[in-house]
């Protein structure tokens, strides 16, 4: 694959299609799933002293943020919840009030 096909394809891959995903209907309620979604890429090209050289890479990146929940005419949106963040969250502030603890302790010796 040329660095042209390359990049042509990232593009074609960034659409809204990979941000709303298909709606899902079922009992008279849709969900419409929605992802954040980046891409980049690169590409090279030449070589040295008259030599053929070639490149390329690429890279897309999707979080699924939410829904949008369709229910009798109104639309409401339920964000997902990324545990593993929260769990991180709180261990980083448990360090940093332990931290900030032992600090206190010592100075009053």
Avoid: C, H, N
């Avoid at 659409?15 to 954040?36: C, H, N, W, Y």
């Avoid at 030449?46 to 949008?68: M, Q, R, Y």
């Avoid at 261990?91 to 603890?101: D, K, N, S």
């Amino acid at each position: 694959m040329d660095v042209q096909q390359l990049l042509s394809r990232i593009t074609d891959d960034l659409t809204p299609k990979r941000v709303f995903g298909e709606p899902i209907s079922q009992d008279g309620v849709m969900l419409v799933p929605v992802a954040r979604v980046r891409g980049g890429a690169g590409a090279g090209s030449g070589g040295p002293e008259g030599e053929e050289g070639t490149g390329g890479g690429a890279g897309i990146d999707a979080k699924g943020l939410g829904v949008f929940v369709v229910k009798d005419g109104k639309v409401s949106w339920q964000p997902a919840i990324d545990v593993t963040r929260i769990a991180i969250g709180g261990q980083v502030l448990a360090l940093v009030f332990v931290l900030v603890i032992r600090s206190v302790i010592r100075r009053r010796r």
